[in-house]
């Protein structure tokens, strides 16, 4: 088998799974994929810290968020004068609400908002 040869070298591997022979494209990329996780981060950081600003005014000032589908709703009482309590919204919901980004276009209004 006189044709044959083999060659030992060196596969590069990121943390995407990306498999380079040079080592230098393998740095760039790994790179690249590092300044994206930190972007990321650094934007959900942001998020989480101007929706707690949020909480924390609504808190300052007795303010509450309630559903606007159902504001209020009747009690169960034994008396015959009927009881009404707020639908209010938790913070956990509306941390929530802030922080996710379900139509990835970074905006936060509802379509609701818009056709008021």
Known sequence: MRGIS????YIYITTSGDRYIKEEDAIS????INS???SKKYIEERKQ???KKILD???????GV???SHPI???SVQDSAPMFSVNAVN??????????NRKDDDTWHTETDSSQ
């Open 36 to 38: 994206v996780k930190e």
């Open 49 to 51: 810290m101007e929706a």
């Open 57 to 63: 005014v609504l808190a300052e000032n007795g303010w």
């Open 73 to 75: 709703h009747q009690l």
């Open 6 to 9: 083999k060659e030992l070298g």
């Open 91 to 100: 913070d956990d919901e509306l941390l929530n609400a802030f922080t996710s």
């Open 29 to 32: 990329q790994q790179a690249q």
């Open 66 to 68: 309630y559903r606007k």
